[in-house]
């Protein structure tokens, strides 16, 4: 894998999705995503923003997270969340689906949800990406979910929010890359702390890495870089 530092950086979604936080956290975050050019600084849309003026002139986007973390609210709340983030200056949205209605094998539901906030970030021209939550979910549910994923069209299909029993596996990720082939891309997150899984996760099919960690893997691959 010939990733140059500055494309393997671009790859990250530099995170920072705790409650309990400050503005001087997120004023950090957001000079951290700067001096590494990371893609986007992923915020809770309160924090949007502050973030967005600090990160004024740099390229680099707010990613907002939408329904976070239970994806437990309504249809029409999560398509004002969304609207209301873009608004406020997020580039990308990142939605976790409404688990409830995958248990009660509601596929239509989940389809009508997916196109709806699809539909509100593409009128908008920005990225969306859908939050599968795959540690609640059976290998049969993820496949699914990736067939109604290839009917709507986000711009890419997520792992996890970070907060459920389990984060990104090579496994889950294989599996979604084996569904939606190279028609959707492909975020994995959650429990990502160190540059070897990170190469593993992009082998595996993922176009993007959401993690906290994203100084210390990028300074871990500037290290492996220089001693090849």
């Known amino acids: ?12 979604d530099h995170t920072l999705l705790k409650p309990n936080i400050s503005n001087k956290d997120l004023f950090q975050l957001c000079q951290d995503a700067m001096k590494y ?28 997270a939408v329904g976070f973390p239970l994806g437990q609210s309504t249809i ?8 209301d983030a873009i608004e406020k200056g997020a580039g990308e949205v990142d939605y976790v689906v409404n688990i409830l209605e995958i248990k009660n094998d509601n596929w239509k539901y989940v389809e009508e949800e997916m196109q709806r906030i699809v539909e509100a970030c593409n009128e908008r021209k920005i990225v969306s990406k859908v939050i599968f939550e795959n540690c609640y979910l059976t290998d049969d549910e993820k496949k699914k979910l990736c067939e109604v994923a290839l009917k709507v069209k986000p711009t890419f299909i997520k792992t996890s929010t970070g907060f459920g029993t389990g984060g990104a596996t090579l496994e889950d990720v294989k599996l979604m890359k084996a569904c939606v082939k190279d028609e959707i891309k492909i975020k994995a997150a959650g429990g990502i702390r160190d540059i070897q899984s990170v190469l593993a996760f992009i082998e595996a099919g993922a176009n993007r890495i959401g993690t906290s960690s994203g100084v210390k893997i990028v300074e871990e691959y500037k290290k492996m870089v220089s001693n090849q």
């Open 1 to 12: 894998m010939n990733l140059t530092v500055n494309e393997l950086a671009s790859m990250i």
């Open 37 to 64: 050019s990371f893609k986007t600084v992923a915020i809770n849309n309160a924090a949007i923003p502050f973030c967005k003026k600090t990160l004024e002139g740099s390229g680099v986007l707010c990613d907002a």
């Open 76 to 83: 029409e709340t999560k398509v004002f969340e969304t609207i």
